[in-house]
């Protein structure tokens, strides 16, 4: 019997690769949803063709009251919540799901909205289904590095890690999800503190393989109050840069004035820079990188490092957010069945299972690098 997986927001931009994805995997019955008839349609009789099955479409408001009835209607057995912004939204979708007896999964890489959705788990429990938020490259993704390498390790002392994106634009409102906490507080950890910066503040250079040299600045993510109790680690960060230095100067400067107060309400900004950065990402090169830096003692009790990369060519870099939902959808439509709970979506998948999901070696390589204090 076939997976009957729901997409909300199917023709979107995160929404429309996994789309794409899932439209030609093998046991699973693809119905995308949205608010707009005509982009909805459109995305389903585009998607007809690579599938060559039926590809069905849901109009309607996956927040409103009757989505619980719509799920059940439609035999659906897994939601993919790639709605964004997260910040600020509540969990009607997730509580729909539960209601409905739905497994659940989102895309969400806000901290709040991830590190909240504990709130629903004894809900999910007691209806025996899975509540997964996060499912993205933060923290699903970097977790699943992470996890692919602890074996090397006795301790985990550090944890830096962020995403350099390629020139081109996401949607608008991903844009307006990372500019939300522009020039507002982030909470990280140093040395065992609680140690405060600033949202797309402290401007560095990094040098990064395939990539050349990308600005990077503070920013939020739910892996922060993830990691510590998960891998014990002590110091922990997390930055990200446009593909543009422009972009990441552009960035800085609005949070220089949300600081001030001298701009109030950041979402006419968000707008803005979106347009702005429409019109210069034909100036990119298409690279865009993960990495992660993890530093403590191996086994031997020696100091070691470990520098993973996942980098994506050609504009790929959005596949790289898109696809551990994708790789989720997979295992389970072979089989695999999340433990019931509302919980971040770490340690669900593997490094493999997300590359394979993905299939494409040309594109998308990982690469990890261990030095110990001999060198």
């Given at each position: 019997?076939?997976?009957?997986?729901?997409?909300?927001?199917?023709?979107?931009?995160?929404?429309?690769?996994?789309?794409?994805?899932?439209?030609?995997?093998?046991?699973?019955?693809?119905?995308?949803?949205?608010?707009?008839?005509?982009?909805?349609?459109?995305?389903?009789?585009?998607?007809?063709?690579?599938?060559?099955?039926?590809?069905?479409?849901?109009?309607?408001?996956?927040?409103?009251?009757?989505f619980k009835s719509v799920l059940i209607k439609m035999s659906i057995q897994l939601v993919i919540h790639t709605g964004g912004p997260?910040?600020?939204?509540?969990?009607?979708?997730?509580?729909?799901?539960?209601?409905?007896?739905?497994?659940?999964?989102?895309?969400?890489?806000c901290r709040t909205f991830v590190s909240g959705i504990g709130v629903l788990d004894a809900r999910s429990k007691q209806a025996g289904v899975a509540i997964?938020?996060?499912?993205?490259?933060?923290?699903?993704?970097?977790?699943?590095?992470?996890?692919?390498?602890?074996?090397?390790?006795?301790?985990?002392d550090s944890i830096e890690h962020g995403i350099s994106s390629s020139a081109k634009m996401p949607g608008l409102s991903t844009v307006e999800g990372v500019l939300a906490y522009a020039g507002k507080p982030i909470k990280q950890l140093k040395h065992g503190q609680v140690h405060e910066v600033l949202g797309w503040q402290d401007l560095t250079l990094?040098?990064?393989?395939?990539?050349?040299?990308?600005?990077?600045?503070?920013?939020?993510?739910?892996?922060?109050?993830?990691?510590?109790?998960?891998?014990?680690?002590?110091?922990?960060?997390?930055?990200a840069g446009a593909g543009l230095k422009l972009g990441g100067v552009a960035n800085y400067l609005l949070a220089q004035a949300m600081r001030k107060g001298m701009v109030r309400d950041h979402a006419p900004w968000a707008a803005r820079l979106h347009r702005w950065g429409l019109w210069f990402e034909r100036f990119g090169d298409g690279k865009s990188a993960m990495y992660i830096d993890v530093q403590g003692l191996g086994v031997e009790?020696?100091?070691l490092s470990m520098t993973a990369q996942l980098t994506a060519l050609n504009d790929k870099g959005p596949e790289i957010p898109s696809c551990a939902a994708v790789a989720l959808a997979a295992k389970i439509a072979q089989g695999y069945s999340p433990e019931p709970g509302a919980r971040a979506c770490v340690g669900e998948i593997t490094v493999d299972e997300y590359m394979s999901a993905i299939n494409d070696p040309d594109n998308l390589s990982l690469s990890v690098h261990f030095s110990d204090e001999q060198g």
């Open positions: 019997m076939a997976l009957r997986v729901l997409v909300i927001g199917g023709y979107g931009n995160f929404g429309s690769i996994v789309c794409r994805h899932l439209a030609v995997m093998p046991g699973v019955e693809l119905v995308i949803s949205g608010r707009d008839p005509h982009k909805l349609q459109r995305k389903v009789d585009e998607l007809r063709p690579l599938s060559g099955r039926v590809c069905e479409g849901w109009c309607g408001d996956a927040m409103g009251t009757e997260f910040q600020g939204q509540s969990y009607a979708v997730a509580e729909s799901c539960i209601d409905a007896g739905v497994n659940y999964c989102d895309l969400a890489d997964l938020s996060g499912c993205s490259s933060v923290p699903t993704l970097s977790a699943a590095i992470i996890d692919q390498q602890r074996y090397r390790f006795t301790r985990i990094r040098k990064m393989q395939h990539l050349g040299t990308r600005m990077l600045a503070n920013v939020d993510v739910p892996d922060i109050d993830i990691f510590a109790s998960r891998y014990g680690a002590h110091t922990l960060s997390f930055k009790g020696k100091p």
